[in-house]
């Protein structure tokens, strides 16, 4: 309690201690696997579109393992996860290296005296990226001030980058890239080599010496078909300028946006902007500057360069998608602050649904049916550890009726739900829009529990849902061969003449009754989830019949909003759920324990699975 000392009126805040408790987010997804480009490690970001994805990880293009090729399964799931409603996606790109010291990590080296680099940000053939710097030159800055009748070189301060022609009525100074030093109070400009020259030094009458400022542009393009060109401008070549080019493509960036959209770095220690300069253009392209700064009368019109012959272009190589990521990668190491895998997730909370396009399909190899089942353990184990969380399982690419039944009995589990066929798409990488290719339907999926949520709630079965973009499924099942599988809890992909693709299931792979359906296991989550990031406030609260009816309090109202909603039993709140936090579900034990325990139940929906209607043949005398 407050002093109170003097007479007066006060105004205090005061908590009515209970707390209302709001709905988590059900459809934010995280998917992993490989893509062509983007972090390996660490947290993953988030991502709200397909160009959001595009920029960071890269396009559709192909992946080309070093022991098999792949369709880029994980963009295509993006594409699908978002034209199918979803909205909030997070991504973690797995990458196993080649053997030995190959790093998959593209670059290239500049040209002595300097030792500098060019690497791409990350590993993948996308790294086999385009590079240009292109030079940008001020007009001259040398003049003579008409009233002093002094030297002036006016817009330039300390690091600058200037380019000095002497000209030909020029006193002797060396032509070239200079630095801009201060001296006491006044220019100074320093060459590579050491020569220096000041200000005063220098002829601006017509046909004697000009200074020109120096500045870059670059231009980078990834490797691939629908790759966009990144253009940065006005940089300064030297390290310590405002806007250098090296704060910009540094190794270890400041931020971690930085390190997301600048695709390559310049590695190497230089500390001269006239060094990196003359390294980042060449001995041919400096030569084409410094003509191309001549005037007219010095040179022939014809032979003075092109504005495109003053750029210089590198091409970064060896960039590699290393090998097939086995279960290992996908299972990831929890090692801080550089996660990996599947354990990138751990620290986003707000993730629901789970998805690793493309680990299922078959490869060739021997080992495959063991990769694919260790990687959906990994997913499931994923889930049942988090608690909140379903994983979406793809079956393996090619399978029969009879194979994915044998796939399905690997696995038990009400944390996650297996999909059968493949879906077809047409190929966005297909100038004419005929080709199609078969992709995993955990994209599809993904998407669609999320538009199900919008439009229904997250109560609402995922199924009997158009998946949009499908122009196919890689098997046509009928009726007879889904009456084999849906009893086994594998969701089918159905073609209905008239009504198009559809999912038509909503089962788990749980032998437990209780969670045999998706929507009431996503559900039943939902509730536990709400409730305990909603009740948080209650900890170390004095443990006594008021904080208890506090907490039984808000439980309730939460519980008969979702009533009213329509995701619970009932036609009374009675029926529908009961929130009991009393003396009645704490022993003295638990209070001496610090313990609170509240008990609440509720009485889920399932799914009108089986419409069942019986038609009774009457005579007109029955209605009599």
């Known amino acids: 309690m407050p002093d109170y000392l003097v007479p007066g009126a006060y105004v205090e805040e005061s908590s009515g201690r209970a707390m209302s408790i709001e709905g988590v987010s059900t459809g934010v997804t995280g998917l992993v696997g490989p893509t062509r480009f983007g972090p390996v490690g660490g947290e993953p970001e988030l991502l709200t579109s397909f160009f959001d994805f595009s920029r960071i990880y890269g396009g559709f293009d192909r992946l080309a393992f070093q022991d098999s090729a792949y369709e880029n399964y994980v963009a295509h799931a993006v594409r699908a996860f978002f034209n199918n409603g979803g909205s909030r996606l997070y991504v973690t790109r797995i990458f196993e290296p080649g053997l030995g010291t190959d790093t998959g990590i593209a670059g290239c080296s500049l040209d002595p005296p300097a030792t500098l680099v060019l690497r791409a940000r990350f590993p993948g053939r996308a790294g086999n990226m385009d590079v240009v710097f292109v030079p940008h030159t001020s007009p001259n800055l040398l003049s003579r001030d008409p009233i ?14 200037v380019a000095i022609k002497p000209g030909p009525a020029s006193p002797p100074i060396e032509e070239g890239l200079y630095d801009v030093q201060t001296s006491g109070g006044d220019l100074l400009f320093v060459r590579p080599n050491g020569l220096q020259a000041t200000a005063g030094a220098l002829d601006p009458s017509p046909g004697a010496a000009r200074v020109h400022r120096l500045t870059f542009s670059v231009r980078v393009r990834r490797s691939g078909r629908f790759e966009e060109e990144q253009v940065w401008d006005d940089l300064a070549p030297h390290p310590n300028a405002h806007n250098a080019l090296l704060s910009l493509f540094i190794h270890d960036p400041a931020t971690r946006r930085q390190s997301l959209i600048i695709p390559f770095a310049v590695e190497g220690q230089v500390t001269s902007g006239a060094v990196l300069s003359e390294a980042l253009l060449g001995r041919e392209a400096l030569d084409r500057l410094l003509l191309y700064l001549s005037t007219d009368a010095e040179i022939w019109p014809s032979r003075r360069p092109a504005l495109g012959d003053l750029e210089k272009a590198y091409k970064l190589e060896n960039g590699n998608d290393g090998r097939l990521p086995g279960p290992e990668a996908y299972r990831g190491v929890a090692a ?34 063991a990769r694919h089942s260790q990687i959906a353990g990994s997913l499931i184990a994923h889930c049942e550890r988090m608690r909140y969380r379903i994983a979406v399982l793809d079956a393996s690419d090619g399978l029969t009726v009879a194979e994915v039944q044998g796939y399905r009995q690997q696995f038990d589990s009400a944390h996650a739900a297996l999909y059968y066929p493949w879906v077809t798409i047409v190929d966005p990488l297909d100038p004419d829009g005929v080709q199609k290719i078969d992709v995993p339907p ?40 889904q009456d084999l599988l849906n009893p086994l809890g594998i969701n089918c992909l159905r073609f209905f003449e008239g009504r198009g693709y559809r999912l038509w299931g909503a089962r788990t792979i749980s032998s437990d009754p209780e969670f045999k359906y998706v929507n009431v296991r996503r559900y039943f989550a939902y509730l ?31 519980l008969f909003s979702e009533w009213r909603k329509g995701g619970l039993v009932g036609t009374r709140p009675e029926e529908a759920f009961f929130v009991r936090c009393d003396r009645s579900t704490m022993t003295q034990n638990d209070l001496d324990s610090g313990r609170l325990v509240c008990l609440v139940g509720v009485a889920m929906l399932s799914p009108a699975e089986f419409l069942i209607f019986r038609v009774i043949q009457s005579t007109a005398d029955s209605h009599q």
């Open 528 to 558: 536990e989830h709400s409730i305990d990031r909603g009740t948080q406030w209650v900890a170390l609260e004095t443990n006594n019949e008021a904080l208890w009816a506090d907490v039984r309090r808000a439980v309730e109202d939460f």
């Open 336 to 369: 801080q602050p550089a996660a990996t895998g599947l354990e990138t997730f751990a620290a986003v909370e707000e993730i629901s649904i789970v998805a690793a396009p493309g680990h299922s399909r078959r490869s060739g190899q021997t080992d495959d049916p």
């Open 442 to 481: 955990s994209g599809h999926i993904a998407g669609i529990y999320v538009r199900t949520d919008a439009r229904g709630g997250v109560f609402k079965a995922p199924a009997n849902e158009v998946v949009l973009g499908a122009v196919g499924f890689e098997t046509l099942l009928n009726k007879a061969q």
């Open 148 to 161: 002093t009748n002094q030297v002036r070189v006016a817009g330039l301060q300390e690091n600058d980058v």
